[in-house]
């Protein structure tokens, strides 16, 4: 009973930051990582029979491009410094300036068609300047991300999140786990999506024990 209150609690705050407050679809994915990801920290560290008592942290939702950035640089060593052109489109991500940083992006992949961050860079931008649509250019950018040694763990991970909202976290698990079954075992960034995959099944678990279904995304348009 304790999970279907917490989920119910969850969905009422999705819903009343789109409907109510009117959150832009820009912000629809970060706000539904950000949910997700604080119901798979419950089911963690939770323990809904023992009272209440003060929180001492209180969790930080993820939003806008300084965090879009610096969560797709996880991806990628810290040693491997992005092209010049991505770094300077990272500068206008930052702003919200998602279409001159697309500009940038492309200027990058003409210099080298095979970078893998700047197509996963892209594939963002490209979907923030939709308001948060997986449309079929953002979509291209991931896939061909997906084709890279570098970055195609990074294009499986944002793009999932990029579907979380509409699809439902099943769909989103099941391409992650895809996607690092296919990666090499060195591939850049595989212990991020490892670390992020855990924190999805954590939460699948907890629901299925408590006998829920796990919750699927709102229907875009609704």
Same mark, same amino acid.
């Given at each position: ?16 930051? @789109?409907? *109510? ?10 706000? +539904?990582?950000?949910? *997700?990801?604080? *119901? ?12 209440? !008592? ?28 992005? &092209?010049?052109? @991505? ?6 991500? /930052? ?25 996963? &860079? ?6 923030? @300047? ?6 079929? !250019?953002?979509?291209?950018?991931? #896939? %061909? ?5 570098? +970055? ?7 793009? +999932? ?11 989103? /698990?099941?391409?992650? #786990? ?11 960034? %595989? !212990? ?6 855990? %924190?999805?099944?954590? *939460? ?8 829920? #279904? ?9």
């Amino acid at each position: 009973m304790t999970w279907l209150l917490v989920i119910l609690l969850a969905g009422a705050a999705f819903a009343c930051a @789109v409907l *109510l407050l009117r959150l832009p679809r820009a912000g629809w994915t970060l706000l +539904g990582a950000a949910l *997700l990801f604080g *119901l798979a920290g419950y089911a963690l560290q939770g323990s809904p029979s023992l009272p209440a !008592a003060p929180a001492r942290l209180q969790p930080r939702m993820v939003t806008g491009g300084e965090e879009l950035v610096a969560a797709r640089r996880e991806f990628f060593p810290a040693t491997a410094l992005p &092209a010049r052109h @991505v770094v300077t489109a990272d500068a206008f991500a /930052r702003q919200g300036r998602w279409r001159d940083a697309a500009g940038f992006l492309s200027n990058a992949l003409g210099d080298n068609p095979r970078d893998g961050e700047a197509w996963t &860079a892209l594939g963002i931008a490209l979907a923030q @300047v939709a308001e948060g649509r997986m449309t079929p !250019a953002a979509q291209l950018a991931f #896939a %061909r991300a997906g084709q890279t040694p570098d +970055g195609a763990l990074a294009a499986a991970y944002f793009s +999932g999140l990029g579907r979380l909202a509409e699809e439902g976290p099943l769909v989103v /698990r099941a391409q992650w #786990a895809d996607a690092l079954e296919r990666a090499p075992a060195d591939a850049p960034g %595989r !212990a991020i999506l490892v670390q992020r995959l855990e %924190r999805l099944d954590l *939460l699948l678990a907890a629901m299925a024990a408590q006998g829920e #279904a796990p919750v699927q995304g709102p229907v875009a348009g609704q």
